[in-house]
């Protein structure tokens, strides 16, 4: 699996390297980062879902596992990222930034790296699996990992952190993805890595669902949710092609 160990090692250090996209923060007024990261926020939701029912559960059902084994995966995957939102808060106020203090931040890279971690680990599963269905779920976790990284940066400034130290720390976070993916390299010889595809499946349904659609839904103006919701379509549109171009079955 020489390639696939590669494609492991690239999609990690790209994936980390979007921590660093948190430094737009500094150079934005706060209206205009929240024009921007709201958007964004909608189409991760619809890239998240769109990866989960175009590309992950439909090579769970031409895998042939049995279906109660692909539920318990996909809700293995659900419950573990809602233990992780319940008790590590890895949204890291998102909704409510002013109220973050610093002890919260060390909370915030916690949560942030058993997050990428996790997430590392059903990509990676899915890379080893299929290189195609692989690239599909990288996308729709980096379309995630942008709007979230604004917060998470904006969040770790306002709490007493330098720029340089939360650019450092997110970097860091965001590595725990590319120990998650070889860590999926390295079992692989041990488990069945068709099983990690229902688990990210879970993954992503959770995120795209229960943390992002809320985030965005139900704005005061109906012009402001149009936005929402045409980003949120164009994430799924984005999903269904690529589903077209790499040529996924079905």
């Known amino acids: 699996m020489p390639n696939s160990l590669a494609m492991i090692l690239v999609g990690g250090v790209l994936m980390s390297a979007i921590a660093l996209v948190g430094s737009v923060t500094l150079l934005l007024r706060e209206e205009t980062l929240e024009r921007i990261v709201r958007p964004l926020v909608a189409f991760a939701a619809g890239s998240l879902l769109g990866g989960a029912f175009f590309h992950m559960l439909p090579a769970v059902a031409a895998m042939g596992l049995p279906a109660t084994t692909s539920a318990l995966g996909v809700m293995v995957g659900f419950t573990l990222f809602l233990a992780l939102e319940q008790f590590l808060h890895w ?49 729709a976790a980096a379309a995630h990992e942008i709007p979230q990284e604004l917060g998470d940066f904006g969040v770790l400034v306002y709490g007493g952190w330098g720029r340089n130290r939360a650019l450092l720390f997110n970097l860091l976070s965001g590595l725990t993805f590319l120990v998650g993916g070889l860590v999926a390299y390295v079992a692989s010889d041990t488990i069945d890595v068709a099983l990690l595809v229902p688990f990210a499946a879970g993954n992503f349904i959770y995120i795209g669902a229960s943390d992002l659609v809320p985030e965005v839904n139900r704005h005061s103006k109906a012009s402001v949710n149009l936005v929402h919701f045409m980003s949120f379509v164009a994430g799924i549109v984005l999903l269904w092609g690529l589903r077209v171009i790499l040529g996924a079955d079905g």
């Open 91 to 139: 949204h890291h106020c998102h909704r409510a930034r002013t109220d973050c203090k610093e002890p919260l931040t060390y909370l915030i890279l916690l949560g942030d790296g058993l997050h990428n971690f996790l997430g590392g680990l059903g990509v990676g599963g899915v890379m080893l699996l299929d290189p195609r269905l692989g690239v599909a779920a990288w996308l």
